[in-house]
């Protein structure tokens, strides 16, 4: 139960290393990024729903977007601000990553790792290995546990709003996201989700479907905008100290799951840095790739309301990258 939910929220793949920025001045002039722009467009289409996307150069120059201001469902992106703003924390002294945290199982929540593998209590894990878990694999419960040490989802959004992101919101930790889109009873999920299997055998293939009630709720948003200025102040170490940026985007770059989306259909070997999210009828990858010669771009793709199956949806991810990979690369 725990692994069938789980592949509905994260895909396996082989992490990628970031090398040291090297932003150039060649830069997507208005008439470039408008023609990637068009063919971005038609390519939005493979994914069955309704995307966002939203693209530059840490550099400087033309943005290319689709839809850039409208609100869609973050899924597990939004793991990126929550380990931001515990990092904050530390960087401010209020935590360190070797504190170690314990778990309690009635904190599980499903999810590959810590739900699905340890399951007895009598585990405690330090700071940096949750941000770790939480990023490269998804991990719901390590996620949940990092967004308590942060104050709370109200913390984080407070924490994005210092930044000066606006478009992006946290209103919910995952176990709550999920009660919600499962219709779920309160109480410790490792208890309440076999009850509702037993009750409805077929649950959690909704899973994998658009839900209108989470497709139109505005709660834990954002805008492909919001999300990639979030990643710009990370990689341009605005956000966090030197420590904190090089331990987030290092993270970031060991992701391990969405090996078709961002990274699909990318020259072998190319460095991105990424977090996916997948929940219903929401595919999305949101990262930064580096370019051959060293530049790196900011790419958010969200998918949103889709029914099409999943190798589609993550289809239109991987070929928007490419175009925005080739298309900025040329400049």
Partial sequence: MIRVLSALLASTALAATVPPPAEAASVATQAEASAMEARIAALAELSGGRMGVMAFDLAGGEPVSLNPDEPFPMASTFKIAVAAAVLARVDAGELALG??????????????????????????????????????QSDNTATDVLTDLAGGPEAVTAWLSAQGIEGQRIDRDTASLLRDFFDLPDGPLRETVPAALAAEPDLLARGGRPHAPFDTDPRDTSTPRAMAELLARIARGQALSETGTDFLMGALSRTRTGAGRLRGLLPEGTPVAHKTGTIGGTVNDAGIITLPDGRRIVVVAFVKQSDAPMAARERAIAEIARTLHDGFALR
């Fill in 99 to 136: 504190d170690m945290i314990e778990i309690d199982p009635d904190s599980h929540v499903m999810s590959e790792v810590i739900a699905d593998r340890f399951i007895h209590p009598g585990v405690a894990l330090s700071v940096a290995n949750l941000i770790e878990l939480t990023i490269t």
